[in-house]
Every structure is written in C-alpha cells, then in structure tokens.
C-alpha cells in the first residue's frame, strides 16, 4: 500500500523557519521524482518544487527559489522542505508528491502518488 505522510506543518510567525517531512512507503522512493505543491482555499495547486530520481536535478517555483530549499534521504524514504523567512503569503496546505517522470516536472497532472497535506500557517 502506497503511502505518503507529511509532517512538520504549523503555526508560525513571518520571518521564521520550518522543515516539512514527508514519510513514504509502499514503493521505491530513491526511483521516483518527487516534490512539494501547496494549496489555498479556492486556488488551484501550487507547485512549489521537484527532485529528479537521476542526478538529484532540483526544480523550484521562481517566486520560491532561494527561501525554500528540497532535499531527501533515500535510506530514510523520506522528502523534505526547508522553508525560511517565511511570509504570510506562504499560508497553505503542503502536499507532498511523487513521479514516474525523471524530469523535476512541475505539473501536478505528472504525479500519481500524493500525501494527505499538512497545514503551515504563517502569522504577521
């Protein structure tokens, strides 16, 4: 059974820091891209940022690149983000997700197997 369980969420102030964790099984993780979407109420889902299963090629929304960074423990099976100088626009519902494709892809039409979300609230 496919399994994928993010963890890490919360309350937060602006300008303060998380890791979100994803904990999968149930598939082999270090052959599959993986990546972080987020959503909000009434949005669509929001690609956040992928790691290729070759070569550890990384791929990151633009308005994101330089305050959250992605990153995984193929011993572990398990997905991170790390998530500094956060901004209440960062608000969301954090999914995690992974990927047949090789390419970090950011559409979320590429991703078969996705976590449940954890929320991140960030305060002003």
């Known amino acids: 059974q496919v399994q994928l369980v993010e963890s890490g969420g919360g309350l937060v102030q602006a300008g303060g820091s998380l890791r979100l964790a994803c904990t999968t099984s149930g598939f082999t993780f270090s052959s599959r891209t993986v990546a972080w979407f987020r959503q909000t109420p009434g949005k669509e889902r929001e690609f956040v940022a992928a790691?290729?299963?070759?070569?550890?090629?990384?791929n990151y929304a633009v308005a994101l690149k330089g305050r959250f960074t992605i990153s995984k423990d193929n011993a572990k099976n398990t997905l991170y983000l790390q998530m500094r100088s956060l901004k209440p626009e960062d608000t969301a519902v954090y999914y995690c997700a992974a990927s047949r494709t090789v390419w970090p892809t950011p559409g979320v039409e590429e991703y078969d197997y996705w976590g449940q979300g954890t929320q991140v609230t960030v305060s002003s």
């Open positions: 790691l290729s299963s070759v070569g550890d090629s990384t």
